[in-house]
């Protein structure tokens, strides 16, 4: 049975608090005041801290500072008072699963606190599986990858990095860097199908003064910027044959000319290229130099794409929920169960890109501190329909293919509170919703 440790300084709160959740089925100790938390913190072992931000001395604030301190995978929800979101904001920046509102709603407290033991650590585990790299994850394909950066890190060897466009080649070309003897020098991107075919030469190896119409002084090209660093050439695949001749001839001797010079220049940069294509196929269709392959691919790294990790999208979607929402200075708590779930199930061809993108657009537009189907596009809201189907909807209704999103809510909520005799306690858990998101959606649709 998991274990709950609630603190609150009102005995009529902690009273009603400590029944309702041993209902629910969980084992409930109290406490009135930071003191008295922290010696049992200190006695035994819980699984949640449910605290108001208010108490007598020391506050919430200061509870969740120590818990966070001493026990940092214990979740912690706050309660604060209504309309207090500046309380709310600073306990999420301090490391509050969620946060709950007075007056306390019973149900959506239940809801919070499931969703928070259910997903405890998840906060941790995202920093682990970042290790100091910003790479999000947990599944086989991010630890094997965060191994072999650790691996390759210590060697000199070029890299080919494929993937997808949009699973992050750039942020893992970035982590070999950083965890390389090459980490206080430049890392120097260039995108290879950014750049003119006929500046990219330029665009490498710089250029003397009067190498040509309008070259007034000398001019240093990223490989020698990144002298003794590493040079990241992202989308290598693009690079014309003629430039691959001469990127070959610079990897094999370490030394270039700059356009309109004279004198070989000597360059010590690691090179890590990455591309979205198969560039085997490229070599046989003659678009890509066999040798200069070999020469590049002495490690690889796949970087698989996001619909096959999809055990990292919750990890993804909570990293960036925390960005966008204190970019757009916005408090959303999360994102809703069904939400979540279209989130997972959707393929993402974008790849995390995508997503990012996704969950930005969602913080923008919401007007909820949650966000839930409606704030995310029709294409990825309908990979749960069916759900809604097998969950709520009565076979009878056929083909809801061509149904909108909110006429499939409408009868969702309709048939739920049929199922449960217009109980809207039932109906509402039936649906994963609270009962006031509930009550909510009734007046919405006029089924009061």
Known sequence: MERILVVDDERNILRMLKKFLNDAGYDVETARNFEEAVSKLQAQRFNLVLSDMRLPGRSGLDLLRYIKQNTP???????????????????????????????????????????????????????????????????????????????????????????????????????IHSASNRKDQPFIAINCAAIPAELIENELFGHEAGAYTGAVGLERGKVELADRGTLFLDEIGEMSLGMQVKLLRFIQEKEFYRIGGTEPVKSDCRIIAATNKDLEQEIKEGRFREDLFYRLNVIPIKVPPLRERKEDIPLLVEHFLRRYTEENQKFVKGVDHRAMDALVKYSWPGNIRELENTIERAVVFTRHETITLKDLPQKIASTVLEDLRDDVIPEHLGDISGLKLAELEKLAV????????????????????????????MIKYNLL
Do not use: C, F
């Open 414 to 441: 309709l048939n739920a509170l049929k199922l449960e005799n217009w109980n809207q306690t039932r109906a509402a858990r039936r649906l994963g919703i609270t009962r006031r998101q509930l009550r909510t959606k």
């Open 73 to 175: 995978e214990l979740p912690v929800i706050i309660i604060t008072a209504y309309g207090s979101i500046e309380n709310a904001v600073e306990a999420m920046k301090e490391g509050a699963s969620n946060y709950l509102t007075k007056p306390l709603e019973m149900e959506e407290m239940l809801a919070i606190v499931r969703h928070a033991l259910l997903h405890k650590g998840i906060g941790q585990r995202e920093t682990i599986a970042g290790n100091q790299y910003g790479i999000i994850g947990t599944s086989n394909a991010i630890k094997d990858i965060l191994a072999s950066i650790e691996i390759v890190s210590t060697s000199r060897a070029n890299v080919l990095i494929t993937g997808e466009s949009g699973t992050g080649k750039e942020l893992v070309a970035r982590a």
